[in-house]
């Protein structure tokens, strides 16, 4: 079993920039994956970033492209997502999520999809004001 503990949100002007952060106890198998997802009041979860916890790759939601940054230390085993130039619509509950998906593929059929993962961070406040 994996737990994970989500930090680092905060209120922000648009602009500028938070490091959340994702601490995971338990072991991470390899293929796991480590996601950030969102979710805004009234709307559904929404993917924002994954990343191979073992390598394998990195991709980001397009509203996000360039602007967010996924990584990891699996030595620490924390995720991080670095979130620059922030706007309002960027207001949410962000939440990390673990999960290994069938023969460990790596793709969007799956790691899209936040009924996929089966653990949670508590997830952490980001506010965006103009």
């Known amino acids: 079993q994996v737990r994970l503990v989500d930090s680092g949100g905060g209120l922000v002007q648009a602009g500028g920039s938070l490091t959340l952060s994702c601490a995971a106890s338990?072991?991470?198998?390899?293929?796991?994956?480590m996601s950030w997802f969102r979710q805004a009041p009234g709307r559904e979860r929404e993917f924002v970033a994954v990343?191979?916890?073992?390598?394998?790759?990195?991709d980001y939601a397009d509203s996000v492209k360039g602007r967010f940054t996924i990584s990891r230390d699996t030595a620490k085993n924390t995720g991080y997502l670095q979130v620059n130039s922030l706007k309002p619509e960027d207001t949410a509950v962000y939440y990390c999520?673990?999960?290994?998906?069938?023969?460990?593929?790596?793709?969007?059929?799956?790691?899209?999809?936040?009924?996929?993962?089966?653990?949670w961070g508590q997830g952490t406040q980001v506010t965006v004001f103009s």
């Open positions: 999520a673990t999960g290994t998906f069938p023969g460990g593929t790596f793709s969007p059929n799956y790691y899209t999809r936040w009924r996929a993962y089966v653990y």
């Open positions: 338990g072991r991470i198998f390899s293929g796991t994956v």
């Open positions: 990343i191979g916890w073992n390598g394998g790759g990195a």
